[in-house]
């Protein structure tokens, strides 16, 4: 037996510790521990609710957006505020987009060195890797000049004597299966997305004015819209727009899709390798009818249980008796005691840190040893992110999704159950990437049709004078964030916030153990997993970053003497 500590694991953002069990090349044990701490709940207390946005925004600058989205939703569910159709199109285009780019970058840069051996395109032969790459796409840059450039790149990072951005991985573990010539492809596209990425995000400027962390505005859209007009959205700001959707359904159809079909036509056994939690969580997003109304959301809101697509359960972030938060394993205190679950209206931010300071050797998992909370929906644990989407969208009978699932499904010659896994996981991050990027093109084709109708508002201003609001309100802002299903809740009192809770994507996947041991995903996911070399776990890396995992929004990183931590034991 072996236990193995793999600290920090996130490749982008924040501080994600995994320790696992190892028994006869199997791992038979996980655990799961965000060695930060979050205060963003004591940080809003005491404030204007309207500029909650701009504080929460900035847990994250990978997801940026999605928290401002939550939180002004939540505002305005508490005061009873709905917002002009322009600027509901506004803010699907920007959710869009940062779901486009985030998305590529998860599968190029954070997830593809799970899978590609950089050093071995080395070997490659650039003149096979060319008819390989115009045998899966039409994208021009094809060439064996082109990769014959990249490898030179590649080998001059190598002569130099470091690999530069391809240091610190596992290249020439025997996991890796992928040719040579398809590893150089992988390579020359991870190049050209880090290119194409800082593109599709102009959109946030455009409509929000700047990147990362956009404005947004408490009922409505923070831009005006004048088509003759230099300092508003005009017609050559929209043609812009309409321009970065075009580049963006070229670069996801003839490059990301491809690739990722590619690459998973050699890894099909992990199809049956890190399914874990048989639960799927989706609040739902991109409404074409008011987002109140979760029926004619792009993304359905709903949950599945024991996989059974047969059934989609409603969801009620409302309901104080659906979405709970335990800490009998967590670095924080209730007044009701360790075991009983809070809503988040009644949610409580209270520090209690137990566990060892650094250096140390492994986690208490007996006691507490996360400073991530543990959310439970109706006291199931349950997974979040683009599987939970795409399972709870199919289930429930959308028939875009059932045809891009069913044609990958049939591309790969592997059967339905493939999807909970690993690699399903990975695959439905792509297939809504797909969806994504054309509905994106449906959202501003009805919103150039809304201006040229005549409607130009953005805003609507009632009840922002907060001499109109009651004296006590409570809201909740639901949205799908691109790592899964994300809530803010609100209470309101005395025209100031009383009391404020976030329950982020990370927070159900990668939480500990709750009062009844339940595991929650990434550690169900890792049971099972086989590892053939504990020095060099990167099966570990495949399925917590499967899930894309990103700390920041979920916790923040002090010692209880306010000292900055960072500790690393394998790399």
């Known amino acids: 037996m072996a236990r193995v500590v793999v600290d920090p694991i996130t490749r982008i953002e924040g501080h994600l510790r995994i320790e696992a069990v190892v028994e006869n090349g199997k791992i038979t044990e996980a655990y799961s521990s965000g060695t930060m701490v979050r205060g963003f709940e004591k ?293 009701v005691g360790d075991n009983e679950g809070l809503h988040p209206w009644k949610g409580e931010t209270e520090f209690n840190f137990t566990g060892p300071k650094p250096p140390f050797d492994y986690l208490n998992v007996d006691g507490k040893y996360s400073w991530l909370k543990t959310p439970r929906w109706k006291n199931h644990a349950m997974e979040v992110g683009p599987l939970a989407r795409m399972l709870v969208a199919f289930a429930s009978g959308h028939t875009e999704v059932q045809d891009v699932v069913k044609d990958a499904l049939g591309r790969l010659k592997v059967p339905v159950t493939a999807l909970f896994s690993t690699l399903g996981r990975t695959a439905a991050r792509g297939l809504e990437t797909k969806l994504t990027v054309h509905w994106m093109k449906e959202f501003y084709d009805e919103l150039l049709a809304n201006i040229k109708s005549g409607d130009t508002r953005t805003f609507n201003p009632e009840r922002w004078d907060p001499e109109t609001w009651p004296s006590e309100a409570e809201g909740v802002g639901m949205t799908e964030a691109p790592r899964g299903a994300l809530a803010h809740w609100i209470r309101i009192k005395d025209k100031l916030i009383d009391n404020y809770q976030l329950v982020v994507p990370s927070t159900w996947n990668a939480s500990p153990r709750d009062p009844n041991g339940q595991r929650s995903s990434y550690e169900a996911s890792l049971i099972g997993t086989p590892v053939a070399d504990k020095d060099q776990p990167v099966e570990i890396l495949r399925t917590i970053h499967s899930f894309d995992p990103c700390i920041a929004c979920a916790v923040h990183l002090y010692d209880p003497d306010g000292n900055h931590i960072h500790q690393i034991q394998v790399i």
């Not at 005061?79 to 322009?86: A, C, E, F, H, T």
């Not at 130099?160 to 398809?182: R, T």
């Open 43 to 335: 940080i809003l207390k005491g404030r204007d609710p309207r500029d909650a946005w701009a504080f929460t925004e900035r847990a994250c600058g990978v997801c940026t957006t999605v928290h401002a989205l939550a939180s002004v939703r939540t505002v305005e569910d508490a005061l009873g505020i709905s917002v002009p159709k322009n600027a509901e199109l506004i803010r699907n285009l920007m959710f869009c987009a940062q779901y486009v780019q985030d998305h590529v970058v998860h599968f190029y840069h954070l997830h593809a060195l799970d899978w590609v051996d950089v050093v071995s395109a080395l070997k490659a032969n650039p003149n096979e890797t060319s008819k390989i790459a115009q045998s899966i796409s039409s994208w021009p840059k094809s060439s064996p000049k082109y990769f014959k450039a990249i490898q030179d790149k590649l080998t001059a990072f190598v002569q130099s004597g470091q690999l530069g951005i391809f240091a610190n991985a596992y290249w020439g573990h025997k996991a890796y299966k992928l040719p040579a010539e398809v590893n150089l492809l992988a390579v020359a596209h991870y190049l050209e997305a880090l290119e194409w990425q800082k593109e599709i995000v102009k959109i946030h400027t455009i409509f929000g004015g700047k990147n990362p962390h956009p404005n947004y505005l408490v009922g409505g859209a923070p831009c005006s819209i004048n088509t003759e007009e230099v300092n508003a959205i005009n017609t050559e700001r929209l043609n812009h727009v309409g321009k970065l959707i075009g580049d963006a359904i070229e670069f996801v159809e003839q490059v990301y899709i491809p690739d990722l079909m590619a690459v998973a036509g050699f890894y099909k056994d992990w199809a049956a390798i890190g399914g874990g939690l048989k639960n799927y969580l989706a609040y739902g997003d991109l409404p074409t009818r008011g987002y109140n109304q979760p029926d004619y959301f792009k993304f359905p809101r709903g949950a599945i249980l024991d996989r059974n697509l047969n059934e989609v359960h409603e969801v009620n972030g409302r309901d104080d008796e659906e979405i709970r938060e335990y800490i009998s394993h967590s670095w924080y205190k209730y007044s």
